[in-house]
């Protein structure tokens, strides 16, 4: 589980990277940024841990031990959900434009996607049902796979049931490095978009995303998986809540958060250095010291994008 964890946490620090990278170019003020980092990052456990809660209420035995122990499930949704929210209250807190961060957070929680999936390759998690896909993950007698998955490790070392099953988190990962290439072609290319909307496309696509790739896991979450003699075994311990899994819930309500948030973004600017310079950004000359322009005062705040007339 080391590995994972190691790669987890370089996903963390990729997207920061990237999203401190933009607020820099933009004249943001990378302190704020920092800090509105650090407080996503705790968000981010707590709801990784959370978010899985309320689909074990009904289960038997299951009490507060359970939910505020640190072992058990975690979802990187729950992550994205808490990170985000903590993020927001702590921009609101700095009177930094919520908008304009969020924004340059897209990237960012793309790349975190890309290098965290990562973590599953290596210790082979997140596996769906059977398949005859090309990509699609066929164990070796022996093989040592995720905990969640001891199930298909002892089918395949008695019985020879040794897949191939839907590699869920090879899709995801390769949906986010296209998402990732999508938002960086659209911050160069997009000049109509106004503040929220860059952030809203990443939670359509990644939303829809993951609804849609979990279907490769819902079969099996809910039927278990079918064996030879007809009877079946349980090898995903995904919750199943009505015709989704949780993780399609979740899915589905970051998309049509998204599409609300998209649509209420089109009361604010569009997207530039002058309506930057308005939001608290401090405007470097091209090929001047950026570090001789400094970032905005404390005492100055940024100004609230909803009170910016739109062009």
Known sequence: ????????????????????????????????????????????????????????????????????????????????????????????????????????????????????????????????????????YELKPGYDVAPQHNVLERLCDANGLCGPYHHTGLYDLIGAAVLLGVILLLARVWVSRRYGQMFSFWMIWYGLQRFLLDFTRLGVARDGLELPDGSSVETISDSVMGPFTGSQWGGLGAAALGVLLYLWARRYQRVGADADADLGAVLVPVGADEDAAGPPAADQPAANEESTPKE
Do not use: Q
């Open 1 to 136: 589980m080391l590995k994972y964890d190691c790669l987890a946490g370089l996903g963390v620090a990729a997207g920061g990277y990237l999203m401190i990278r933009e607020a820099r170019r933009r004249g943001f003020d990378a302190d704020r940024v920092v800090s509105a980092l650090t407080w996503g990052l705790v968000g981010a456990i707590l709801g990784a841990r959370l978010f899985t809660v309320p689909a074990h209420l009904g289960d038997a035995g299951y009490g507060i031990g359970d939910i505020v122990g640190l072992t058990g499930d975690f979802s990187i949704l729950g992550g994205y959900a808490g990170g985000i929210l903590a993020g927001w209250l702590r921009l609101r807190m700095l009177n930094a434009s919520v908008t304009a961060h969020l924004d340059m957070a897209a990237a960012g929680l793309a790349i975190g996607a890309v290098v965290g999936r990562l973590g599953d390759l290596a210790i082979v998690e997140h596996l769906g049902g059977p398949t005859s896909f090309f990509l699609g």
